[in-house]
């Protein structure tokens, strides 16, 4: 399922409007209806911001900065829109509700109402950074202790390696390769974002991402995330090019099964998958290279799935021993269906 940003246009004012809601009950500095406006202008281009709604590409460039340059960076933006967003909620309230008795004086912000929006917007920054740091999806269910106890639930996991890293590492030095291996696994973070997946970890030139089983069988959304990713590649081959001499090429693995997952650790917390699953995908991953494919799926999961979106068809590879396993398992390959080149009848083009 393919993230609408349509709710969060509705949700981001009334968000910002609970701030100015508490804010002015706080320091009582006028009608609460006036704090809530002014909340809601000033705090909904902040929260569109770290949506991706707003200015997504400097958002990028930020998140990619050094944690001290961000937490600057993000600062000093957050600040902006605040100077902004309260000149023209103080527009707003001036001009429509007179609420002030002039313009000027509505757009001053007093003492309490800079170290509110500051203080706000320091949780703000910190918050999202941690959340950046250990994975959004980690950082939610660590927050609302959601796997403090062991829950057993069926998952999907997918092994993205990174092909040719090792020769590119040869040729251009670890360094070089390192920087190469972070873009590629940056351009990852949207799409799996988009298909409400999860970055679990890297292992050297690999990714393993994860889905609940309700999240990534809802419109293929763990398949879509896979070919999203090789399509940006696509769209920005020639930056790679550019750049590191190359454009990305990897293979996919995914597989989904009963999983115990629980919080481990104490002074260094991980949500940590326990059973045959995620080896299983390892070993579908060894496979994928072998058979030669792209992207390898196995069968349970391609029948949890269904029918699949009509521009994807799964070719039938067979049944294979995995080592670990008693049984063979059955997979499939996935790509991308060749569109019909129709001529046009009459234009001699085709379509």
Not at 86 to 112: C, G, I, P
Request: glycine letters at 8%.
């Amino acid at each position: 399922m393919r993230f609408n940003p349509r709710w969060f246009y509705l949700v981001a004012p009334g968000l910002g409007a609970l701030a100015g809601l508490l804010y002015g009950s706080i320091f009582a500095v006028g009608p609460l209806l006036g704090s809530a406006i002014r909340g809601a202008i000033i705090g909904t281009p902040i929260l569109l911001y770290e949506r991706r709604l707003l200015l997504p590409r400097m958002r990028l460039r930020v998140r990619q900065m050094a944690t001290p340059l961000f937490l600057l960076a993000t600062m000093a933006l957050y600040i902006f829109m605040i100077v902004v967003g309260n000149a023209a909620a103080s527009t707003v309230l001036n001009r429509l509700f007179h609420f002030m008795y002039s313009e000027r004086n509505a757009m001053l912000m007093s003492q309490s109402g800079v170290l509110y929006a500051l203080g706000i917007s320091a949780f703000t920054v910190f918050v999202f950074r941690v959340r950046d740091l250990i994975g959004p999806g980690v950082f939610a269910n660590l927050l609302i202790g959601r796997y403090h106890r062991p829950i057993s639930e069926e998952r999907i996991f997918l092994f993205l390696d990174v092909t040719g890293s090792t020769r590119f590492a040869d040729r251009h030095g670890d360094r070089a390769a390192q920087a190469y291996l972070g873009q590629v696994f940056n351009a990852l973070a949207l799409p799996v974002s988009r298909s409400r997946g999860a970055i679990d970890d890297y292992i050297g030139d690999m990714a393993l991402v994860t889905w609940t089983i309700e999240r990534g069988i809802r419109d293929a959304a763990c398949l879509r995330c896979v070919f999203d990713f090789a399509a940006r590649l696509a769209e920005e081959s020639e930056a790679w090019t550019q750049r590191f001499g190359q454009i990305p090429e990897f293979r996919a693995a995914l597989h989904c099964g009963p999983v115990v997952t629980a919080e481990v650790g104490l002074e260094r917390h991980k949500i940590a998958y326990f059973g045959d699953v995620v080896n299983t995908t390892a070993r579908l991953e060894s496979l994928s290279k072998s058979l030669g494919v792209h992207v390898l799926v196995s069968a349970d999961l391609l029948d949890r799935i269904g029918p699949l979106p009509p521009d994807l068809v799964a070719e039938d590879l067979g049944a294979h021993a995995l080592r670990g396993r008693d049984a063979p398992l059955a997979v499939a390959a996935i790509r991308k269906r060749l569109q019909r080149v129709v001529p046009d009848i009459g234009t001699g083009t085709t379509r």
